[in-house]
């Protein structure tokens, strides 16, 4: 028979997952160039702290997002923009909607011909790129996807640098959100392309689907098998694998023979496959299984870690989240309890601050486990 848990303790437990998963402190990296910045919630509102627990944004908005300079904070139909202190330099209105990436945001204006046009705006409300297209998205790594009507009346997409300049013709049916510096197209077919900032096609020879570049390579697909390119299109590691995952701290990990390894960005297998399971690397770390036990390998493939609990996250600025007896805490590269299990929950550290589960509240800890803010507080 199945369990269930009754009522009150099932709406506690999923009100705690959803709030971890906003809670987690970790902002879009294009959005936070400022001081960091942590969110925070009180039912269904957004708010935002800083690093020492001072709330910048009161948690009353439907949506907080931090963007570069300015955050966005939209109550309802309108939207304002924050400085990172709090301040509203843009009043609540309803002309732009969308986060200020890169020093600009998307914003309308009529064009010569007297036309409603999307361009880009500074925060002083100045167009600085004029008003030329029917839709535009955000700049990420100094490239936006905007779109233009055919002559039909069909979107044709394309993408733009920060001087407004088409680089990669508004021909497509769909591009996809830039990631450094390269853009992906996307056919009815499900058969990508990809673009540079000049919009040369790097695409190889022979692949039907591109990922997005970590640490200098990007994911491709020939059919089933899974290799790497460079960011400038040369085919560094030719499809080989039935499974791999992105570049991180420079192994990325492959599937052979339903056992996983790793590989260097040449395509060596520097770690040979022969674990049951395994994770990426982070912080120099990855963690593995083999012969039923978990434990933790450097990028060598050395044994450096086998730590006493019952489930062990990455780690991350030198912590790893932990659980023991029930409850989480954090131990660091040694193994050592830095901060005792104690919690329902909790997440990794970022930017010096941990969200995790106390009682039926939430809070952010600093790495000695002082709690800088908690949920409840007002």
Known sequence: MRRTEPR??????????????LMAGVLPAAAQTGPALFPIRSGERHGLIDAAGRVVLAAEYDEVKPGDPLILARRGARTAYADATG??????????????TEGVVPATQKDAAGRWRWGYADPSGAMVIAPAYDSAGPFVDGLAVVSVADAWGEAKYGAIDRS???????????????????????SKQRTHRVFDAHGRDLTPEGIDFVGVPSEGLVRVWKGRQQGFMTVAGALVVPPRFEQASDFRDG?????????YGFIDNRGELVVPAKFES??????????????GRAFFIDRRGDTVLQPDAERVWPFIEGLAAARKGGR????????RWVIE???????PFHNGLAAVG???????????????????ER
Do not use: M, N
């Open 164 to 186: 407004g300049k088409l680089v990669v013709p508004a021909t497509h049916d769909k591009l996809l959100a830039p990631a450094g510096g390269l853009v992906r197209s996307e």
């Open 8 to 21: 009150g303790l099932a709406a506690l437990r999923t009100a705690c997952l959803a709030g971890a998963a």
């Open 341 to 347: 299990p104690q919690y329902g929950w909790a997440r």
């Open 328 to 335: 989480v805490g954090f131990i660091d590269k040694q193994g």
């Open 358 to 376: 106390i009682g039926r509240e939430w809070a952010y800890i600093r790495r000695d486990a002082q709690v800088v803010w908690r949920s409840g």
């Open 278 to 291: 395994a994770e990426d690397f982070s912080d120099g770390l990855a963690q593995v299984r083999a012969d």
């Open 87 to 100: 301040r509203l330099v843009v009043a609540p209105q309803e002309a732009w909607t969308q986060p200020f």
């Open 251 to 259: 192994r990325a990990r492959v599937w052979i023979a339903g056992k």
